[in-house]
């Protein structure tokens, strides 16, 4: 059998990891339930959050996840679209920025 | 406003699902499909409910026919234009009329299709049960409103009777509206909204309740009811200054023509799966199918809508209007099968939204 390095059958098994480490498991996943439970921001809001992150590292899990959970909880192909494109902006920004970095690094040793 | 429709009913198509043997087959895993389910029956017997019962009967649904404007979709009736054969004639909505008049318990009628003002003898039956002091829902596609003059006064017609007006509106936008009921749905759905509003339905002191009906536009479950109704309530005024009482939410049962999207989109198994995993006990007890009886367009009785579809009649002695007999009516047990998972996923749904 071809073995596949991402399975999305895989992200049903990820409680799994409380097996090896259940103390410090449980303590993620009692905090993850919680940070995503409606309070101040919706949980609307915070799945498309999820979504955008998800993008930003790539996490082939995490996209399949909030993006079913995005349609459920009631966001549209707009909003999940602009949410990555947050994403994208950011990590194009952040990139760029950095480029201020090299710059003065550039001028510091130049004539 | 033209629709234009994206698909055709089962039966115009000739589809095999059209035959609701099959689509029980196909339910149960011996058809199109080998994925198995836990069987619905088992599971709720293992929260105690060997046998579902009904409460006393409140509510008199009737499918008075599956001719409609539209051909959404993910139709559980299979409706569209093309079904003209099946309208409820008078005499048999005569003989509901004797029925709704001897059950002191039923206090509402609530009338759904196909679209149901399309029947001929829509309104005179309307102003029939208002005059029994009952009340009607209308389950209105809104579109209907605006698709031929003739029932351009539909909105007056229904206030002038104190009719309940319950509307499907999947989305606040065109995408996600018109995806699953058609191109030009949503501006017609919007220009109707609008003429409801204008004789005071939605609107706060006129006793004229006009509810939305949300439900999701593919293989997907929908959200609390609660917050979709802050977010439709906080987008249809700011985009279109339209009010309306309450948003139901409606998850999709796995038959018809939403059974046919699922299969054919490869979707069956993962939802399914989503709905059996999202099991919640607590729904049981309010299953509409325990204080609603269902009538079809010939006068079959059903326990739901959705059982009505799939022709599994009632488990009781009679199962025509001709030999309705509440006694035996109220003892029956309620005929379950795997589509039944629809209704007790997350926080339950029906006709009438969440349960739980
Ligand atoms: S869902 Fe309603 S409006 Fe759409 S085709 Fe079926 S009966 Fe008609
Ligand atoms: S489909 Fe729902 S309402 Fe109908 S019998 Fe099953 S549980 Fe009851």
């Known amino acids: ?111 | 406003m033209a629709i234009k429709q994206r698909s055709k009913s089962l039966k115009s198509r000739g589809d095999g699902l059209s035959d609701t043997f099959f689509q029980l087959q196909v339910l149960n895993g011996k058809q199109a499909t080998d994925a198995q389910f836990p069987k619905f029956v088992d599971t709720i017997a293992s929260n105690g409910y060997t046998d579902l019962k009904p409460v006393p009967l409140e509510i008199f649904q009737i499918n008075i026919g599956k001719l409609c404007n539209q051909t959404c979709a993910h139709c559980h009736v299979d409706a569209g234009p093309d079904r003209k054969e099946e309208n409820m004639d008078k005499a048999t909505l005569e003989r509901c009329l004797d029925i709704i008049a001897s059950v002191p318990s039923i206090h509402t009628v609530d009338i759904t299709g196909g679209a149901p003002e399309m029947n001929p003898h829509f309104r005179w039956f309307v102003a029939e049960v208002r005059k029994l002091g009952k009340k009607v829902i209308d389950r209105c596609n809104l579109t209907i409103v605006v698709a031929n003059k003739k029932y351009h006064d539909l909105p007056d017609f229904l206030a002038q009777h104190q009719v309940q007006v319950v509307s499907s509106l999947p989305y606040f936008s065109k995408s996600r509206t018109d995806s699953q009921r058609g191109d030009g749905v949503f501006e017609a759905s919007i220009q109707a909204l609008k003429m409801l509003n204008a004789v005071g339905y939605g609107k706060e002191g006129t006793g004229l309740t006009l509810d939305l009906v949300y439900n999701p536009s593919g293989a997907f479950l929908p959200a609390s009811q609660e917050t979709l109704q802050a977010e439709f309530k906080r987008q249809l005024k700011r985009k279109y200054a339209i009010d309306f009482n309450s948003l139901y939410a409606i998850t999709n049962l796995p038959i018809s023509r939403f059974l046919d999207y699922l299969l054919q989109s490869g979707n069956y198994a993962e939802y399914m799966e989503k709905l059996v995993e999202a099991y919640n006990p607590a729904t049981v007890d309010g299953l509409m199918c325990r204080n609603t009886i269902s009538v079809s367009w010939d006068g079959y009785l059903y326990d739901c809508d959705f059982n009505q579809m799939l022709d599994l009649k009632v488990a009781a002695k009679g199962q025509h209007l001709n030999d309705f007999d509440i006694a035996s009516l109220q003892n029956r047990p309620i005929v379950l099968n795997q589509h039944c998972y629809g209704c007790t996923a997350g926080a339950g749904s029906s006709c009438g939204g969440e349960i739980a």
């Open chain 1, 1 to 111: 059998m071809e073995k596949k390095y991402f399975d999305p059958a895989d992200l049903k098994k990820f409680g799994n990891i409380t097996e090896w480490q259940e103390a410090m498991g449980k303590k993620f996943f009692d905090w993850y339930g919680e940070v995503f439970k409606e309070g101040a921001l919706t949980e609307r809001e915070k799945a498309l959050i999820a979504l955008a992150v998800a993008h930003a590292e790539a996490c082939p899990y995490c996209i399949d996840a909030y993006s079913s959970t995005c349609l459920e909880k009631g966001a549209d192909e707009e909003q999940m679209m602009e949410a990555i494109h947050v994403a994208a902006a950011i990590k194009g920004g952040a990139t760029l920025v950095n480029g201020v970095q090299m710059m003065n690094h550039v001028k510091k040793l130049s004539m």
